[in-house]
């Protein structure tokens, strides 16, 4: 598993780097082994297996205002450089840990160079979508007036980031952008982004509702829209008034036509 703990790391600092690639550095996570500072009732210490019915018993942390936090760790490596005396430790499954902490607050890597605070929200996200947010669905009841334009701010890291992740996803092929204002419902306008493919686009969706969530200016809501070929109202606008500030590459393309292991 080392070079697994040692890929997740890289993941990892990716991920503070840039947006976009933090859906696969959760999508690596859920799946790596991680570290925790604790004991169970199974004889012996460290990379051992965990049967069911198995008392846990992991270390709490405290966070500098008093609240407390559960510590984890990428590598045995991670988790020795922070240690400053001998403990006992616990190698498990990250999903595992996730499903049996839930309702606290989590952190891996503290005290090193990057490192990652976990949520009960962000976990029960993660747990449920492999993202850590999870979008709420709105279904329009009945015709609605709304205004559409540009944004007068435009929101150019949310756009890069989103570039960057649609390029990942050959279902996308453009993703559009605009300001929408429907005053029975909001007193202020939202970024949409619409999304033009071909496929299940939910993937893509939900690894941009995460980046988007991340990325969109403080306190601006984003909403998505699949753009639906013939349709009124904000599909008729993007596609007809507004220039897509993602459109699919001629390589990804020949690879949606030609997937891997297709004669």
């Not at 990716?14 to 859906?23: F, G, H, I, M, Q």
């Not at 450089?81 to 952190?107: D, Q, S």
């Not at 939900?206 to 998505?224: K, L, S």
């Amino acid at each position: 598993m080392k070079g697994a703990q040692n890929s997740l790391e890289m993941a990892l600092a990716r991920a503070a780097a840039e947006p976009a690639t933090r859906p696969a550095f959760y999508r690596l996570l859920l799946e790596s082994e991680v570290y925790v500072i604790g004991h169970t009732d199974v004889p012996g210490d460290g990379n051992t297996t965990i049967p069911a019915g198995a008392n846990l018993s992991i270390v709490n942390w405290e966070k500098k205002d008093g609240k407390p936090f559960i510590p984890f760790f990428s590598s045995l490596e991670a988790l020795q450089r922070v240690l400053k005396a001998e403990a006992r430790f616990v190698a498990m499954p990250a999903r595992n840990l996730f499903e049996t902490t839930r309702g606290a607050t989590l952190i891996l890597n503290p005290a090193l160079s990057h490192g990652k605070e976990f949520f009960p929200a962000e976990i029960d996200a993660l747990l449920t979508t492999g993202v850590n947010h999870v979008a709420t669905e709105r279904v329009v009841q009945k015709a609605t007036q709304v205004l559409l334009g540009q944004p007068a701010n435009y929101p150019s890291e949310m756009v890069a980031s989103l570039t960057s992740l649609l390029a990942k996803h050959p279902s996308i092929k453009a993703a559009y952008l605009c300001l929408m204002h429907d005053a029975e419902s909001s007193s202020a306008p939202v970024l949409v982004v619409g999304f033009d493919g071909d496929g299940d686009m939910k993937a893509a969706m939900r690894e941009a509702g995460a980046v988007a969530a991340d990325t969109a200016p403080q306190g601006q809501p984003v909403d998505f829209v699949e753009i639906k070929h013939g349709d009124s109202g904000v599909s008729e606008y993007l596609l007809g008034s507004v220039k897509p500030f993602y459109e699919r590459s001629w390589g990804a393309k020949i690879r949606a036509m030609f997937p891997p292991g297709r004669a």
